[in-house]
């Protein structure tokens, strides 16, 4: 039989739990917009990424 160490569990039962905080998450959560284009998927991540300054 495997025998797990306490750090192995604390890990099991924190990622147990974040996989079921995300379901109930995502049943809670509005249905995603679908009329939203590639391209204007495209551009929002580029506005996020582009940077906010010039450089120096």
Do not use: C, N
């Amino acid at each position: 039989m495997l025998k797990l160490g306490p750090p192995a569990v604390i890990f099991l039962f924190l990622l147990g739990g974040a996989t079921v905080s995300l379901a109930e998450l995502r049943l809670h959560l509005p249905h995603p917009r679908t009329d939203v284009t590639p391209r204007q998927g495209l551009a929002g991540v580029a506005a996020v990424i582009a940077p906010t300054s010039s450089p120096p």
